[in-house]
């Protein structure tokens, strides 16, 4: 069961604009993770958010959490064509031992 | 350096030759997990591994078995792939860390192709 959905799909920006994406989930949650893939390889843990927090930043990247709406967004500021990746939230519950994974939300950054 | 590695990276086989996709980590994790990886379906998890002799069905495991009998290792093993079982897997691990925050460290993902 897939736990996280990202929206959009697919984004496309240019370097220097800041590129957001969303996850919106279904039940309570223990935290919220998210991740980055490169084209076919492995996925790279980027922050983790917890159940009782509301922000979080790590560099270029702000994550927020609204647990009354059971969603999440990833902020990546003044991007740049290095970002170029697919993002994943993964989120888990108490009950659960390993995340539970979304679709994912392909970003494009145009040099 | 901390890792997980898998073998074999790419792998092309045909239908119902027995086939194993091993999975090791050096940080001494408790937890281990497989997924695959299909275009528009995400991550879905196949089996996971909450330490030696202790492993539990995740949301895909049809047609794949698995087994941990040394903390380190956690192989995934098709008994008789079919062409549906064509994907990109990806073998992970986490530590426990009592209050269930704790990242997952992946590996780099086997291709395997099921003629």
């Known amino acids: 069961s897939q736990q996280g959905e990202e929206d959009p799909q697919a984004l496309s920006i240019q370097e220097g604009e800041n590129a957001t994406m969303n996850c919106s989930y279904k039940t309570s949650i223990n935290n919220l993770q998210w991740y980055r893939q490169n084209s076919g390889r492995g996925l790279v843990h980027l922050i983790l958010?917890?159940?009782?927090?509301r922000e979080k930043h790590s560099g270029r990247l702000r994550v927020t959490l609204d647990t009354s709406k059971k969603s999440s967004s990833l902020l990546i500021t003044a991007s740049r064509a290095a970002d170029t990746a697919s993002y994943f939230c993964?989120?888990?519950?108490?009950?659960?031992?390993?995340?539970?994974f979304g679709r994912g939300t392909s970003l494009i950054v145009h040099p | 350096e901390a890792q997980v590695t898998q073998n074999p990276r790419y792998l092309i086989t045909v239908t119902g030759k027995k086939l194993t996709v091993t999975c090791s980590q050096n940080?001494?994790?408790?937890?281990m997990s497989w997924y695959r990886q299909d275009p528009g379906l995400g991550l879905r998890q196949i089996y996971y591994s909450m330490n030696v002799e202790v492993t539990d069905k995740g949301d895909v495991p049809e047609g794949y078995k698995v087994s941990r009998k040394e903390k380190r290792n956690f192989p995934l093993i098709l008994e008789s792939p079919s062409p549906n079982q064509t994907s990109l897997y990806f073998c992970a691990s986490r530590r426990s860390t009592g209050t269930g925050h704790g990242e997952q460290f992946f590996g780099p993902g086997t291709r395997l192709t099921v003629l």
């Open positions: 940080m001494n994790h408790e937890y």
């Open positions: 958010i917890r159940s009782n927090e």
């Open positions: 993964a989120t888990k519950t108490g009950g659960s031992y390993i995340p539970t």
